[in-house]
């Protein structure tokens, strides 16, 4: 027979139990650690390393698009971080590699092309159509000299998207692949920003490689540059009258300004027929913006589409001077 005493007991001893009306205690989640992603880029930094190289795109195809006289596009294909050892074995061979020292640091910034776009960007400057295939072999002397200007050309758009008016990328000579971990250790992680450039038709890829060193300096340029928030709100200046201004519309013409033709060569135009201006085909024409003569043009193609290629600016327009 139970007592009332033994029965108070069991109570208390059943509320001490570990499953009696406690808080459940939080699940707690356990990942396993991977030491490789340590330093690796935060989602705000990634997102402002893409904008910044997605303005450097948009430059870098219009300094092409002049220099090789043909339209391109240029746009941002990858962000990544690996060391640099790793990075070395993926590179394919004969790749064109040009190291830019920093003139305000130690370390180099890595250009690398593909020579899928190496040949055609040749092939362009030395007046071809840049369209013909070639096979993987060594550049010529007369190829690499060329090639030095494009990558030149590279780096100075580079310099310009950063916004670091005090560090300037010096040029080096072609290397290969197994002479990178002079330049960074090979176990250190490196930047890699992989650009997609198509032109006339062919598709390749080149990537800027930077080392931790400079990658810490550009995040430290990019906080600098960004604007203060106050109250949760950005702070958008209004633009001024003149970039008002620059950005309207006026309507652009090139033709041949004044040219007089008799009353019954009109008469007498027909489907099919030719009217002679009776003008030198080396007469220029006229670039005219919004009635008034601006530039000399003479008539051309780019690539599918006509063009004017601008000649002397005309003395009755100071367009530009102010």
């Excluded at 590179?91 to 180099?108: D, E, H, K, N, R």
């Excluded at 071809?128 to 100075?156: C, F, H, K, W, Y």
């Excluded at 000649?311 to 530009?320: E, K, P």
Aim: a positive charge; charged letters at 20%.
């Amino acid at each position: 027979m139970v007592t009332s005493q033994e029965k108070a007991e069991g109570v208390v001893e059943v509320s001490r139990q570990p499953g009696s009306k406690r808080i459940p205690e939080k699940p707690r989640s356990i990942h396993a650690c991977n030491f490789r992603s340590a330093g690796r880029l935060s989602n705000d930094n990634a997102r402002s390393l893409t904008a910044i190289h997605e303005t450097f795109a948009r430059q870098l195809a219009s300094a092409l698009d002049v220099y090789l006289g043909t339209g391109l596009e240029v746009k941002i294909q990858t962000l990544d971080q690996l060391p640099l050892k790793d990075h070395i074995a993926s590179i394919p061979p004969l790749s064109y590699i040009v190291p830019f020292s920093l003139s305000t640091m130690q370390g180099a910034i890595i250009v690398e092309c593909d020579l899928a776009l190496v040949f055609p960007i040749v092939e362009l400057l030395l007046g071809g159509p840049g369209t013909s295939e070639n096979s993987p072999r060594e550049l010529s002397e007369i190829e690499e000299e060329i090639m030095q200007d494009v990558m030149s050309l590279i780096a100075r758009q580079a310099e310009n998207a950063w916004h670091m008016p005090h560090m300037a990328m010096v040029f080096n000579r072609r290397i290969k692949s197994s002479l990178l971990h002079q330049y960074c250790p090979p176990n250190e992680k490196v930047t890699l920003v992989k650009f997609q450039l198509e032109l006339a038709g062919i598709k390749g890829s080149f990537q800027l490689v930077f080392p931790a060193s400079f990658l810490n300096v550009l995040l430290k340029q990019v906080k600098l540059e960004q604007p203060q928030r106050k109250g949760g709100l950005r702070y958008f200046p209004m633009p001024s009258i003149r970039e008002r201004v620059l950005e309207c519309d006026v309507l652009l013409t090139a033709g041949l300004p004044r040219m007089k033709v008799a009353v019954r060569d009109l008469i007498a135009l027909e489907p099919g027929c030719l009217l002679k201006l009776r003008a030198p085909v080396r007469t220029p024409g006229m670039l005219t913006a919004g009635g008034m003569d601006v530039f000399e043009a003479m008539p051309v193609r780019n690539g599918s589409k006509k063009a004017a290629q601008l000649g002397r600016r005309t003395r009755l327009t100071n367009w530009g001077m102010e």
